[in-house]
């Protein structure tokens, strides 16, 4: 895939940030999720776009970074989440695993 232009990237940083930062959030409160943060939709969604913890393929600020493809790959499981298509609980779970820290409690 080429990449992207940059007023196509903006749209796409955009989108990740509305999703992320608001609506997930926000949907959050009314669905029986494992996490509510920003920070932690983020890993979630990245680390499971990655297959594995961003970090170990993505050089932070994560949004700037990221190849287009992954960027896309991690809105679209955000968007599928959002529509009740993705569990948001076993995505959650994959990524603690990729990390070594599956626990009980929320917003790990």
Known sequence: ME??????????????????????????????WPVHLDHCFQRILLDNACQGPWRDHIAPPAYRNASDDVLLEAIALGELVLDGQRDLAELNRKSLAWRGKLRGDKDA
């Open 3 to 32: 990449p992207f232009d940059e007023t196509t990237r903006e749209i796409l940083q955009t989108r990740w940030f509305s999703l992320t930062r608001h609506e997930l959030p926000d949907a959050a409160m009314t669905r029986d």
